[in-house]
């Protein structure tokens, strides 16, 4: 006899800051709220900068959200929940291994996961844990942001001290929003050093 689909699988919507990713995963969740399933939506403490219980777009789009600090919690309040969204995945504290483990035993368990993130940091270097979940993931959707030098497609998170790159040293994760950050497309970005 065939085995049920159980229908697990892992989405991953990823790209630069500004390039929608919260407003995209705020999308899927309306439809999954229409289709009456069970969801929970969660949302890293470390990013304050709109409102901890809720998950918020730059252009105020916003969904209620559980803060958490580590997977460990996600996998914590997920029990028997159907859909389960983790917004900005690179904010949580745990190693890659430990965030990619979780994800794909939720998947493997029967949820759909949808996972929000930042593919680089703002050296333009992968996140290593969205590079493992991009690889694995059954969706993945990556969205660009509009450079703000040119106009053209941007796909990089510009960071700026006082108007220049922050240096190559620089702690990995600042939270921080228009005034840290700027989209930019490759020839714009300026790299750190
Ligand atoms: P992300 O989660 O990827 O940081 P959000 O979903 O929070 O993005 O916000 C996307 C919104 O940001 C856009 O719809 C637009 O209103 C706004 N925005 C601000 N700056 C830019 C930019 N440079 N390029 C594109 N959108 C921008
Ligand atoms: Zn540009």
Not at 25 to 48: C, E, G, K, N, Y
Not at 59 to 84: K, Y
């Amino acid at each position: 006899m065939t085995r049920p689909c159980a229908g697990g699988r892992i989405e991953v919507i990823c790209g630069c800051m500004y390039s929608g990713k919260t407003e995209e995963l705020i999308r899927r969740m309306r439809q999954v709220q229409i289709a009456r399933q069970s969801f929970r939506i969660f949302t890293p403490r470390l990013d304050t900068r709109y409102s901890s219980s809720h998950v918020a777009s730059h252009s105020g789009a916003r969904l209620e959200a559980v803060p958490v600090s580590s997977i460990r919690e996600v996998i914590a309040e997920s029990e028997d929940i159907q859909v389960i969204a983790i917004d900005e995945v690179h904010f949580l504290e745990d190693s890659p291994e430990v965030i990619v483990a979780a994800c794909q035993t939720l998947a493997d368990n029967g949820s759909r996961v949808l996972v929000a993130g930042l593919d680089q940091n703002y050296r333009a270097a992968p996140f290593p844990a969205m590079s493992y979940l991009m690889a694995l993931a059954e969706q993945v959707d990556k969205l660009y942001a509009i450079c703000v030098r040119c106009g053209a497609y941007a796909t990089r998170s510009q960071r700026l001290i006082d108007g220049h790159p922050a240096p190559a040293d620089a702690p990995t994760i600042v939270v921080g929003g228009l005034d840290l950050y700027e989209a930019r497309c490759r020839t714009c970005y300026e790299p750190a050093c």
